[in-house]
T-cell receptor, first 117, second 111 residues
Framework: DSGVTQTPKHLITATGQRVTLRCSPR?????VYWYQQSLDQGLQFLIQ???????AKGNILERFSAQQFPDLHSELNLSSLELGDSALYFCASSVEGGRAVDTGELFFGEGSRLTVL | DAKTTQPNSMESNEEEPVHLPCNHSTISGTDYIHWYRQLPSQGPEYVIHGLTSNVNNRMASLAIAEDRKSSTLILHRATLRDAAVYYCILRGFYNTDKLIFGTGTRLQVFP
């Protein structure tokens, strides 16, 4: 158990719909990362937040958005869904606040599997 | 982001050592070499990382070439549970830097 919780584990929806994926990082971790993994694209970095602020952006579509809340949990919003958005979405966290030494190891959740029909 | 090159797949027998190579000829002086692995139906998990010197932990060893243009992840005795995709990743100096995954090496372990 990595300590990172993602909900829901599975989600089936239709094209054109909107969904929200939720991530609770390890207790105290300040940084949250979102990744998309599809069969033909591998693990793609989407976006990173650090203590509520956007830190880095990757291949995230304009239809997708994310935020990190004051309690450090994060949500990834996917809208106008297309068949190609079907994938596993992973959240990871790192950088426990207050630690003197931190390797920056990322801890990944078990993922949310999104199926768009 | 600096690029890494890994073989698509490798095979090993159980209880034998496994050497997983990674080339990173464009590595910069401040890039750390990280290894993660992804077991079937799970999220990636950290294995090991290093900068210049060889590193050991309970999971594996990391051997880094003197010129840092290549590295090798060593699993000393492969088990069936080590069957996974192994990713070699270059990461910047700051521990808040993102990880960019490549295609990795799929390791098969035979009993």
């Amino acid at each position: 158990d990595s300590g990172v919780t993602q909900t829901p584990k599975h989600l089936i929806t239709a094209t054109g719909q909107r969904v929200t994926l939720r991530c609770s990082p390890r207790s105290g971790d300040l940084s949250v990362y979102w990744y998309q993994q599809s069969l033909d694209q591998g693990l793609q970095f989407l976006i990173q937040y650090y203590n509520g602020e956007e830190r880095a952006k990757g291949n995230i579509l304009e239809r997708f958005s994310a935020q990190q809340f004051p309690d450090l949990h994060s949500e990834l919003n996917l809208s106008s869904l297309e068949l190609g958005d079907s994938a596993l979405y992973f959240c990871a966290s790192s950088v426990e606040g207050g630690r003197a030494v931190d390797t920056g190891e990322l801890f990944f959740g078990e993922g949310s599997r999104l199926t768009v029909l | 982001d600096a690029k890494t090159t890994q073989p698509n797949s490798m095979e090993s027998n159980e209880e034998e050592p496994v050497h997983l190579p990674c080339n990173h000829s464009t590595i910069s002086g401040t890039d750390y070499i990280h290894w993660y692995r992804q077991l079937p139906s799970q999220g990636p998990e950290y294995v090991i990382h290093g900068l210049t010197s060889n590193v050991n932990n309970r999971m594996a060893s990391l051997a880094i070439a003197e010129d840092r243009k290549s590295s090798t992840l060593i699993l000393h005795r492969a088990t069936l549970r080590d069957a996974a995709v192994y990713y070699c990743i270059l990461r910047g100096f700051y521990n808040t830097d993102k990880l960019i995954f490549g295609t990795g090496t799929r390791l098969q372990v035979f009993p």
